[in-house]
């Protein structure tokens, strides 16, 4: 398992988070997803073997998010 923690912009409430959190955990080989809209922070532990850091981003982008 692997985390990562993206810094993403956009988020302004809890909504967001749980946005977030709903499109990244729908990925197969992710079991935690926490997202953080006051400090622009998503941290994803993943298994790299089932599912890849830029398929994390999409996911996060396709909500209308910018990960930077």
């Known amino acids: 398992m692997r985390t990562e923690t993206l810094e993403v912009r956009g988020m302004t ?3 967001c988070e749980r ?9 197969p080989g992710v079991a935690v997803v926490v997202a953080e809209h006051i400090g ?16 994390i981003r999409r996911a996060i982008t396709d909500e209308g998010f910018a990960v930077t």
Do not use: K, M, Q, Y
Request: glycine letters at 14%.
């Open 40 to 55: 622009d922070e998503v941290e994803v532990t993943f298994d790299e073997s089932a599912v890849g850091l830029d398929d």
């Open 13 to 15: 409430c809890g909504g």
């Open 19 to 27: 946005r977030i959190r709903d499109a990244v955990s729908g990925l």
